[in-house]
């Protein structure tokens, strides 16, 4: 049964928000038919950009590879349908800076055709060999589908020294007007599960626990239904309280199991391992189907859409096409945003396609904050609704001021952009784009750094290269003046030598030749 009993800790800090769920979970979710054109974006996922391999004018299957994986921090790019590829080229992409990036441009030929571009399969896969898993996980190119879109397969792959004792799968959903993984448990619960305890075999975690926000009451049931079924006495429901934002992986983290993720760490360095619940679904089509990351539950809403609900939406799809099969846009469809109202970004072209981090189109007439930022009047609010404990009030002072070094100390990498901080804020200081700022500017400084060590590495090699060759010369050339010598030396002794034995033999055959002549007379 549900773990009522279970007892929870409280996150410092936090707020209670004006959900707006209700709107888009009054129908089933369904699929929509294909895009005339999909633009499959290369990076998809934090970390290295994988190699294309596919080419212009090439036909390809459902699943076939795109883009393959170059190092252990990236994972595979998929063909989202059958059809054509009619460009690789810069298109615009879900990104803050609203630039272009590298994708594959593919014209869908309605077959939904996956000819032989299916992965293996393991349904029997508590036989198989948890290394193997992980890797079909990173070839089907699973990410965390919470928003930190992060290689699954380099999360699974745990430490002998660091050994998992509990695995969370996230369903809390805590930020306004998202749904998407409220309706995919409602729906979806029994691969959900059955994604878990894939998991489970490849980690060996001593229980598994489902956080769930008590704000869902259908999901939980759906849930506690499917583990029924499943007759896994490892995995629990637990319902959480609803407050913005238990669902950040730390706090909810922190919320299970009482253990606080340490500066700079991850939860694996506390025995606790936490993935989405979408991540679980897909990690169970990658390895019970062979099917790879092709598509996912998206939420579309706000003021701006006639009919808000939720969709599952193949990648690459057009925002705005999503939009149509959402009843069309509004007079108010004024910003379109991926993500909820607090942590979202907003996107520049309707053109923009949907990518594995989208879990909310977000379309309504809110602008962007157009308030003048007034002075800081230290009230305090930030700090009291910061749920990681930091200062925010100093680490705007040591953004703006470019002291970085003083924003590391004050652990500015703590910070989860939530935006609790700015909510609060009477002065209307847009707080978060000043972190963004800090941990950008410290990020190229590390990377500057990394370049030049590198830089002044093969730099002092070149120059010991240099004087070792130069010694080896040097070496080469005393070795071949000594030789020299000694073959000179040598030379001028056999020459000596020879002389003597040519007059020694001289002087003999005169003595020779005086006894001849006295014994002739």
């Known amino acids: ?85 009619s460009a690789i080229e810069p298109r615009p992409v879900a990104h803050p800076s609203g630039l272009h990036d590298l994708c594959v441009v593919l014209i869908p030929d309605g077959k939904d055709d996956w000819g032989d571009a299916r992965l293996p399969t393991y349904p029997n896969y508590t036989e198989i060999d948890p ?57 979806q619960a029994a691969e959900i599960v059955a994604g878990a305890q894939v998991m489970m075999h490849i980690v060996k975690p001593q229980e598994c626990l489902i956080g769930v926000e008590d704000n869902k009451p259908l999901a939980i049931a759906a849930m506690q239904a499917a583990i029924t079924a499943a007759q896994d006495s490892r995995i629990q429901v637990v319902a959480v309280p609803t407050i913005y934002p238990s669902g950040g992986a730390k706090q909810l983290t922190f919320i299970l199991t009482g253990k606080e ?74 910003r379109w945003r991926m993500g909820g ?46 749920p990681t404990s930091l200062l925010p009030q100093q680490l705007y002072w040591f953004a703006r001021a470019k002291e970085f070094d003083k924003a590391k100390t004050h652990h500015l990498s703590d910070c989860i952009e939530c935006g609790c901080c700015e909510y609060v804020c009477p002065s209307h200081i847009p707080l978060v784009d000043y972190y963004r700022f800090a941990k950008a500017e410290i990020r190229t400084e590390r990377e500057a750094k990394v370049k030049a060590d590198l830089a002044r590495e093969r730099h002092e090699f070149h120059q010991e290269r240099l004087e070792r060759a130069k010694r080896e010369k040097a070496e080469k050339l005393a070795k071949h003046k000594e030789q020299a010598q000694t073959n000179t030396d040598d030379g001028k002794k056999a020459a000596i030598q020879a002389a003597l034995e040519r007059a020694k033999a001289k002087k003999a055959e005169a003595a020779a030749s005086t006894t001849s002549g006295d014994t002739a007379a």
């Open 1 to 85: 049964m549900i773990q009522t009993l279970r007892k929870l800790w409280r996150n410092p800090g936090g707020l209670h928000l004006d959900e707006n769920k209700d709107v888009s979970t009054q129908c089933p979710s369904r699929q929509i038919p294909l895009a005339a054109q999909l633009v499959i974006p290369l990076l998809q996922h934090a970390g290295d950009k994988p190699k294309v391999v596919a080419n212009v004018g090439a036909y390809v299957y459902k699943g076939q590879t795109l883009a393959v994986a170059q190092s252990n921090n990236s994972v595979n790019v998929h063909a989202t349908t059958s059809g054509t590829i």
């Open 131 to 187: 290394a193997i898993l992980r890797q079909q996980v990173k070839a089907a190119g699973v990410v965390g589908m919470g928003g930190a879109v992060f290689p699954s397969a380099v999360k699974l792959n745990v430490r002998p020294d660091k050994p998992i004792r509990t695995l969370i799968l996230n369903g809390a959903e805590c930020e306004p007007y998202i749904t998407c993984d409220d309706m995919l448990m409602r729906e």
């Open 261 to 334: 993720v340490p500066s700079g760490g991850r939860s694996s360095d506390i025995g606790v391992l936490c993935n989405n619940v979408a991540t679980a679904r897909a990690i169970y089509h990658a390895v019970v189907h062979g099917e790879p990351s092709l598509s996912r539950y998206v939420t579309v809403t706000g003021n701006g859409i006639a009919q808000p609900c939720n969709l599952e939406i193949p990648f690459g799809t057009p925002i705005s096409h999503v939009a149509a099969h959402a009843g069309g846009t509004t007079p108010q469809a004024k």
């Open 341 to 386: 109202p607090m942590m979202g970004i907003t996107l520049h072209d309707a053109a923009t396609p949907v990518v594995k981090a989208m879990n909310c189109l977000l379309v309504n007439d809110e602008l962007e904050n157009t308030q003048p930022a007034m002075p800081c009047i230290r009230c305090g609010r930030c700090t009291d609704a910061c």
